[in-house]
């Protein structure tokens, strides 16, 4: 039987995947970053509420379009990119 992965999808529909997400993310905060993210990481490990809103993203791209930010921990070059363009808003 193959391992399947939930993903979210551009569209923010979860689907099936045989391959595993490359970013992980936030579904309440719209954030994505890496696997090994250390606030993610602390997060999961205290046991709240964070693991229920917990997505996976195949790559970049598509946690953009789905209209998610990156993290300003593991993501700090993106991050610091992506905020200077809200300001100009």
Known sequence: MEKTYRLLGKDRQIYSSSTPGALGGN?????????????????????????KHRVFFADEATAIGAGYRPCGNCMREKYKAWRATQSQR
């Not at 990481?41 to 964070?50: E, I, W």
């Open 27 to 51: 579904g309440q905060m719209k954030i994505y970053g890496q696997l090994n993210c250390s606030s993610a990481m602390r997060a999961v490990a205290a046991g709240n509420s964070y693991q």
